[in-house]
């Protein structure tokens, strides 16, 4: 017979993997043919993606951020007729952060993505409609850069874009590829409607 204490050890063990895989967030970790094992890796929360349409507006609004982090993300507007409204020659998509965040992380003059090329600056926007679809939202307040869309579409694993201080440090924000993925294919969902 078994021990009362064993056996409460035992549920104790198995009540914590269960939890750990159920809310999605726990390590996932293997073990080699060797017997060695394979460094814990941390399961990631899959995007945040709206569209915000209006009726009676002349565009559409795709934004897209981290589940853990809503102070930085991608947005762009889409006008009625399939076009991003940002431009070519300004960059399509905006990198958004907050200004507090940008202010803490030293500010910044000018921005470079990973192949040197210079990206402008957005100025700052305002989001009447930040928390407009439920709990999930972004920033009301935001500045950021544009990105073209050609850079966002050939950006590989991830897209790092360098922010360049007057006298501070320079410092980055990396996009993950999963991230700007699910961003492009809820956009180019919205020009293919618009487009109908």
Known sequence: MQSPGLLVGLLWVALAGCSASATGRGAAASKLPDGGAIAATEVVAPPIVQVRSFAGSSEVAVL?????????GLRTSVSRTGELIGGRRFGDHELYMTPDYARDMGGFRTATAADGQLLLSTGGH???HACYYGNECS????TGVRIPDALLRA???SLVVTFLPGARQPWTISLRG????AYLARVDSVVGEARR
């Open 64 to 72: 897209a951020w981290e589940r853990e982090e809503a102070l930085i």
């Open 126 to 128: 305002r989001d009447t």
């Open 139 to 142: 920033p009301m307040v935001t």
């Open 155 to 157: 950006r590989g694993d």
């Open 178 to 181: 999963e991230l700007i993925a």
